[in-house]
């Protein structure tokens, strides 16, 4: 997945680490530029390759193949649930069953029965074969109902096949939905959301930097104070709700290998700073998100560390042994950061129960970290018992995968970040590798592929990828243009800390020995004189905008000029009210005519200027309203 990971191997590992992910994969979104100072995006992951995109079709065409495939999506009390399967052209089913439970247990043939009824067969070029469809339905349930299923093919031979198996393990997967009538929280959708990467932030008053850190992998010393500190400038660009990246005891800079899930890191602060950092963001209005880490640990936490040494410490099981004591599930193969069981109650118990902690506190919800790791089912249960405490509270996940997949997280989380965006608006805006056609069309598709009740916060740049800034060699036209363009999209953009000051990089993520140090997008925020006022302020216009006309940035959208060589211009009607988003990503200044009259809103360059017609500099931007 693009840059999702958020962790950062100690020296040791670095090389292992490599290993891994060049066997995981890494795919280019981007053609090399032209210089050899700026490298292509990337991503690593389940599906970063052509090869292993390839894989997984193959599979899930071989065997017994669910997908989440469940309809209704979200269901509601009193609703009956159809569920789909395929089995593939290895599988000769001759019965598929679906063994489901309604109390929280663990579903296995002992448990309820639904055999499913053959429905059409599919040809699968891919594999040169047939697969057959299957469906069944679940009979409607009361709310606060969490059903948990598995599903097993039996063959006239007495073969049974379970869907989708543990690929080290062999244990069936079990599925899951939970029955109720949640909504993504109404403030969510308005929001303006800004990254900080803590220990990168602000040292706070008195405290200077670390005076002995020698690089981005090293403790440079900021704190929960030092945000705390500057919530009235956060307040003052107008940003609405604060994603901190992880405070919980961990040995490392970034945070994503927790040792403790119920305790803040000692060098960032204390639980009194975080109780009165929230008071304060929340008396200005803002909300404050933690990111959690559900999939993994870090090898040092006190479970793993039991579980290692006594064979048949209760601990083991929380974790995924396949020859103990060093055979074990990590994240991605690096051993510091071994994964949960999450089909153990006591795992998922423990996971669940720190989460509700933070929100009891205050905390309004969460960024999922690698929240593709664990099950649908685990989600369904952890977004149940956070809302059960705190009603408003936002779970949004870090899903790097295809739309289908982040899309069937639907009534399991509020949303995904989305990936797919980012590198559409880098390809076009920083890149150029897709033009102006191809960036609208991929806008509309994605637009209205996902459901109206599930979110995709978006972003220019983030804590494990190259910023914006660097990748656009230092040109703010490009930046402010994709901001532009961010802004005036439905779902709540993301500002990764400093991007609204000019904060880049020292050097590339890929070194000359190959390697890829995401650190170096880590680097200090940007304060006083060593700002960029201009681009600050230009953020600060866009973020009001965005803020004042809230709900037209969701209405529908109408392409009125669309050249393709960079020049996009849209429409956005809501009532009376109707926005026009003018694009030029060309090197030379166009000029648009415009039909109607209109007021320039917001430049993003000087140069803008609407006289009846729309002036647009190269690589400019305008926002302008007109009366519907």
């Known amino acids: 997945m693009l840059a999702c990971i958020g962790v950062l191997c100690q020296a ?34 389940t599906l970063a390759t052509d090869e292993l995109r390839l894989a997984a079709l193959r599979a899930a065409g071989r065997g017994v193949y669910h997908g989440q495939r469940i309809a209704p999506a979200d269901p509601e009390p009193g609703q009956p649930v159809t569920i789909t399967v395929s089995t593939g052209t290895e599988v000769d ?45 679940v009979p409607a349930q009361p709310a606060g109902t969490l059903v948990r299923y598995r599903i097993l093919a039996r063959e006239r031979s007495g073969r049974q096949v379970w869907a989708e198996p543990d690929a080290e393990t062999g244990a069936p997967a079990i599925f899951g939905y939970h029955v109720d009538q949640e909504r993504v929280p109404a403030w969510v959708r308005d929001a303006v959301i800004y990254q900080i990467f803590v220990d990168r932030f602000h040292p706070g008053a008195g405290r200077t930097w670390n005076a002995q850190a020698r690089s981005f992998n090293d403790i440079w010393g900021g704190t929960l104070r030092g945000v705390i500190e500057q919530l009235p400038y956060l307040e003052q660009v107008g940003v609405t709700c604060l994603w901190l990246s992880p405070i919980f005891p961990s040995p490392t800079h970034h945070g994503y290998d927790a040792t403790d899930y119920n305790a803040i890191e000692p ?26 880490v559900a999939n993994h640990a870090s090898d040092q936490h006190p479970l793993f560390q039991r579980a290692r040494r006594d064979a048949a410490a209760a601990e083991r099981d929380l974790f995924v042994f396949s020859d103990w004591p060093d055979g074990y599930r990590s994240f991605f193969g690096v051993r510091s950061m071994p994964q949960f069981n999450h089909a153990h109650p006591a795992a998922r118990r423990y996971l669940i129960d720190a989460a509700c902690r933070w929100l009891e506190l205050g905390v309004d919800g969460f960024r999922l970290d690698y929240a593709n790791g664990p099950t649908h089912e685990f989600w369904s249960a952890f977004r149940a018992a956070t809302r059960a405490v705190a009603p408003a509270s936002f779970t949004v996940g870090e899903v790097v995968e295809a739309a289908d997949l982040q899309r069937s997280y639907q009534g399991r989380l509020d949303g995904t970040l989305d990936f797919l965006l980012l590198q559409h608006m880098r390809a076009f805006f920083a890149f150029e590798t897709i033009d102006a056609g191809m960036f609208e069309s991929f806008l509309q598709r994605h637009l209205a592929y996902f459901p109206s009740d599930f979110v995709l916060p978006s972003f220019l740049d983030n804590h494990d990828m190259n ?53 170096e997008s880590r680097t200090l925020m940007l304060w006083g004189d060593q700002q960029d006022r201009e681009l600050l302020a230009f953020y600060t216009r866009l973020i009001a905008a965005r803020r004042r006309y809230a709900g037209l940035w969701r209405a529908p959208r109408e392409t009125l000029l669309l050249d393709p060589q960079g020049v996009v211009v849209v429409a956005l009607t809501q009532g009376a009210q109707r926005a026009i988003v003018a694009l030029n990503r060309t090197p030379q200044p166009r000029q648009v005519a415009l039909a109607e009259p209109t007021r320039l809103l917001l430049a993003s360059e000087a140069g803008v200027r609407c006289d009846g017609d729309l002036h647009l500099p190269p690589l400019s931007g305008a926002l302008l309203l007109a009366e519907a």
């Open 12 to 45: 040791a590992e670095l090389t292992q680490w490599r290993r891994n992910f060049a066997l995981t994969g890494i795919r280019t979104i981007a053609i090399m530029t032209t210089t050899t100072d700026v490298t292509q995006d990337f991503i690593f992951g």
């Open 467 to 519: 910023r914006f800034l660097w990748v656009a060699r230092g040109d703010k036209r490009r930046l402010k243009l994709a901001a532009l363009c961010q802004f005036t999209l439905p779902h709540p953009p993301i500002i990764y800390y400093g991007t609204e000051v000019g904060l880049s990089q020292e050097r590339d993520l890929q070194y000359p020995d190959g390697s890829r140090r995401l650190e």
């Open 267 to 292: 060098r960032l602060g204390t639980l009194d700073d975080l109780r009165e950092l929230l008071d304060a963001a929340h008396r200005r209005g803002m909300r404050v998100l933690l990111d959690f």
């Open 93 to 137: 089913a001759d019965e598929v069953l679906v063994f489901y439970t309604l109390d929280g247990s663990d579903p296995g043939p002992e448990s309820a029965q639904l055999r499913l009824q053959r429905g059409a067969v599919v040809w699968d070029t891919l594999l040169w074969g047939y697969r057959q469809e299957w469906q069944g339905v």
